[in-house]
Structure formats: C-alpha cells, structure tokens
C-alpha cells in the first residue's frame, strides 16, 4: 500500500511569484484535501477535491486554487505569493465524503518560504 | 465559528509514566469520529487515534486510549508507558458543523518525554 506522498519537501519563493505543489493520494484513496499550518497552529483547511471537483473550501481567497486529475492525484497553486502564504502545506487523502469513514491521511507537507 | 479547544499548549512526562492530553470540540453532527494526531519534528501527521461517536466503548490502540465523554464533548487521550519517541505535537480533530470541511484541528500540545 502506498501512502500520501507530496512534492517539493521545501520551497523558496519571493512575494508575487505563482507556486504549484503536488500530492499523490494513497492507494484506495479517490479524495483529496489540503491545508494550511502555519508555524505554532494547527491545519487550516483550503479545500477538497473529489472527482476531479472542488468539493468545500475553507476560508482562503481565491488565488488559492486546485485541480485534481483522473489518477486522483492533485495540485495547490498560489498565485501572488504574500509573505503570510509562509507555512507547510498538507495533502491528506481518504475515501469519499458521505461514506462516514473519511480518515484522513496525510502526506509529508511541502515547507513554502516566501521572502 | 466552531472551535477545537487544547487547553495545555505544553506537557512534560517521564519517561515510561502516563500522561493525558485534553481536547473539547463543539461539533453539533450527529454521528461522527474524533481523531488524535501526532506530528513529530519530521512534520508528517500520523494518525494515532480514532473514535466513532456512536460507540460507547472507549478506543484503544495499544499504549494509547481515549476518554470519550460524548455529552461533554471531551476527547482525552491517555498515554501509558510513555517513550522518547512518543515526543511530538498531539492534535486533536473533529468534524466541522459546515458540510464542506472535512476536519477542524485544535491548536495542539507540544509533549515531551523526559528520560
């Protein structure tokens, strides 16, 4: 079984700059979520995708978008990068919404550092 | 807005003894799970836990166990025999009274095991 894997581990960006970060979901695993921790907080959730369509978002404007592809893998892209957008950022993956087992599992986190 | 409350940011615990961490959430689902995380240095969320809310039985995963108090919407985990590795953040989720976030986390407890 292959859990949740997430890339780059670290980033580096400067303020304004547009960043894409990838999760592939664990095996049996359609659904994917992704959050925000900042340093000393708990996850924040952005958004999940489920067949290939946002299914919630949390409270996070809209230059923060996503995608998820046949393979259920998916990807977070931020536009206009503001140094604020500095934290790790999790993919979680689990099995459909509204089947009442929805554990999620997450990834290793990709560190973003907007300077 | 709905809230997960940790209301010990910090816990220390000699190593081998039992230690408690408290968790409230404020959920108004009806059925529903609770769950544990531990986020070591390493940044990755492993799930350590999980508790359905129609079960009364508390769960258990080895060293570690729940205190489920469904009426007072409490969530304590208990860990016994506690080991160096145990050393982590703990975060406590639960769902959220909006359909479209999957978990809502508290802020978490940094522990420490002292050898």
């Known amino acids: 079984e292959t859990g949740v894997t997430q890339s780059p581990t670290h980033l580096i960006k400067t303020r304004g700059q547009q960043v894409t970060l990838r999760c592939s979901s664990q095996s049996g695993h359609n659904t994917v979520s992704w959050y925000q921790q900042a340093l000393g907080q708990g996850p924040q959730f952005i958004f999940q995708y489920y067949r290939e369509e946002e299914n919630g978002r949390g409270n996070f404007p809209p230059r923060f978008s996503g995608l998820q592809f046949p393979n259920y893998s998916s990807e977070l892209n931020v536009n206009a990068l503001e140094l604020d957008d500095s934290a790790l950022y999790l993919c979680?993956?689990?099995?459909?919404?509204?089947?009442?087992?929805?554990?999620?599992?997450f990834g290793p986190g990709t560190r973003l550092l907007v300077l | 807005a709905q809230t997960v409350t940790q209301s010990q940011p910090e816990m220390s615990v000699q190593e081998a003894e039992t230690v408690t961490l408290s968790c409230t959430y404020d959920?108004?689902?009806?059925?529903?799970?609770l769950f544990w995380y531990k986020q070591p240095p390493s940044r990755q969320m492993i799930l350590v836990i999980r508790?359905?809310?129609?079960?009364?039985q508390n769960a258990t995963e080895n060293r570690f166990s729940v205190n489920f108090q469904k009426a007072a919407k409490s969530f304590s985990l208990k860990i016994s025999d506690s080991q160096l590795g145990d050393t982590a953040m703990y975060f406590c989720a639960s769902p959220s009274n909006s359909g479209n976030t999957p978990l809502v986390f508290g802020k978490g407890t940094r522990l420490s095991v002292i050898a």
């Open positions: 979680a993956s689990s099995f459909p919404p509204g089947l009442g087992e929805e554990t999620q599992y």
């Open positions: 959920t108004s689902e009806s059925n529903y799970y």
């Open positions: 508790q359905e809310a129609y079960k009364q």
